[in-house]
């Protein structure tokens, strides 16, 4: 009788923790597995769902829009003002230059919070100096944190590797 009751805590117990396993995986896949899609079309996430190193900062992939990685970098990214084009931004980063419309974007990433000793828009001139189209370093793990909790930026899923296979 001990030993049924015995075998059948144990059934429990190993289901239970499979479940519980389940759980965190499912939780980890859905708060890592994500991409925000950028006003360019070009989608931003995460390079894997594990990381290789938990003490290290995120890789982050940028992709085109049909997909393929443009960069994969935890490296800073710097955000320039269009000149001629007070809402388009530039982002320069290690994988090239691209432009995009910044009014949606822009608001989330230049917060009060972050950046309340400078009370300017982001967009506003900064005069005629050299630098003076530079908005501010910041990387793409910070844009995309910026970005993930907004309802008005597109998110979906991109295929994100649960570990790092070197793709």
């Known amino acids: 009788m001990i030993m049924r009751v015995l075998k059948?805590?144990?059934?429990?117990?190993?289901?239970?923790?499979?479940l519980?396993?389940?759980?965190?995986?499912?939780?980890?896949?859905?708060?890592?597995?994500?991409c925000v899609v950028l006003p360019n079309g070009y989608l931003l996430g995460y390079a894997m769902i594990i990381p290789s190193n938990a003490y290290a900062s995120d890789d982050m992939i940028l992709r085109d829009p049909a997909g393929k990685i443009i960069v994969r970098t935890d490296y800073d990214i710097l955000?320039?003002?269009?000149?001629?084009k007070p809402n388009q931004v530039k982002v320069i980063s290690r994988g090239g230059k691209m432009e995009m419309d910044g009014s949606v974007m822009m608001p989330l990433v230049w917060n009060e919070s972050a950046?309340?000793?400078?009370?300017?828009k982001w967009n506003e001139p900064r005069g005629e100096a050299p630098g003076s189209l530079s908005i501010f370093y910041t990387s793409?793990?910070?844009?995309?944190?910026?970005?993930?909790p907004s309802p008005n930026i597109k998110k979906v899923s991109c295929g994100t590797p649960w570990f790092d296979w070197g793709e």
């Open 8 to 18: 059948w805590l144990l059934i429990g117990g190993v289901v239970l923790v499979g």
């Open 20 to 34: 519980c396993s389940a759980w965190v995986m499912f939780v980890l896949y859905m708060s890592r597995g994500a």
């Open 79 to 84: 955000l320039e003002r269009v000149p001629g």
């Open 115 to 120: 950046f309340g000793h400078d009370r300017r």
């Open 140 to 148: 793409f793990w910070d844009v995309y944190l910026a970005l993930l």
